[in-house]
């Protein structure tokens, strides 16, 4: 008889032991792991999601590593706290990958404002993440993050705690960060505007990507974009809660639920 595999039968959390605000929240965190797995910027088991707990800051949810992406389910995401323990009466065994508790851990502990947290590994992702120039704001998408990027340079696998400080420090009050020959993550105060802002910054660096590729001459005049940067602040950017991370986050959970609503059990 072959020998079940660790994860035929995944921990998970009853939804009765879950306040309905933070099973609603379950629900819109393990639908950004299915969607992003259906636009191709998952990478195995590898890389995180998180969500805040409604009336818990030090608590948030996080995915039960060893699961693929199109395995998360609202009942077998962890809940853990900011020292990296998981909470709850979960049936099944529960790993939480160091990487991700670092990295995450340190801005839902240093930033209140934030309410959701996404890390990818994308190829060009990482590809814009290679380059000195970084993100090259050439395109509208691009355009409509500008003054809203940062920077953190690479310091070796995020599995060290001493590195939480410069992270936060590079992040400081923008919800975009581009972490350097490694990969994008972004801040957002629900799941929708996180997710909706990492739509944006990947079709950002893939057309970025195709545009050099062609090896032409870049257009676009400095003036141009400084009066685009001008008028962001005053648009205070386009996509919020209520706005764009409100209406196509939506428009994506009904599209998800036409192909697979599993994701909410």
């Known amino acids: 008889m072959n020998k079940p595999h660790d994860f035929d039968l995944p921990a998970g959390i009853r ?19 299915r969607l ?6 998952s990478m195995l088991i590898f890389n995180h999601i998180t969500a805040r707990v409604p009336g818990a800051d030090e608590h948030f949810l996080i995915n039960n590593f060893g ?27 529960t790993r939480v990958n160091r990487a991700g508790y670092v990295i ?11 309410q959701c947290v996404m890390h990818t590994h994308s190829v060009a992702g990482e590809a814009v993440a290679s380059i000195e120039p970084g993100l090259l704001h050439i395109n509208q998408d691009s355009m409509q993050l500008t003054g ?7 310091e070796g696998l995020a599995v060290d705690d001493a590195e939480k400080r410069s992270l936060v420090a590079d992040l400081g009050d923008k919800n975009v960060l581009i972490l350097r020959n490694h ?10 505007e996180a997710f909706m802002l990492m739509w944006l910054l ?11 590729s062609m090896g032409q001459p870049l257009h676009g005049s400095q ?43």
């Open 104 to 114: 995450h851990s340190a801005v839902h502990a240093a930033r209140h404002d934030v």
């Open 148 to 154: 809203q990027v940062a920077y953190h340079d690479f």
């Open 67 to 93: 699961l693929m992406y199109d395995e998360i389910t609202a009942s077998n995401l962890l809940k853990i706290d900011l020292d990296g323990n998981v909470v709850g009466d979960y049936r099944g065994e």
């Open 36 to 41: 992003a797995d259906r636009f191709g910027w």
């Open 223 to 265: 003036d141009m974009l400084t009066r685009i940067a001008n008028l962001v602040p005053q648009q205070q950017y386009v996509i919020t809660p209520t706005g764009l991370g409100g209406l196509p986050f939506r428009s994506l959970l009904r599209w998800l639920d036409r192909h697979d609503s599993s994701y909410r059990d």
């Open 15 to 33: 939804r009765d032991l879950c306040t309905p605000e933070e099973w609603q929240v379950r629900v819109e965190l393990a639908a950004a792991y």
């Open 183 to 192: 990969g994008l993550m972004t801040a957002g105060s629900s799941v929708g």
């Open 202 to 212: 990947e079709h950002a660096c893939r057309t970025q990507v195709a545009a050099l």
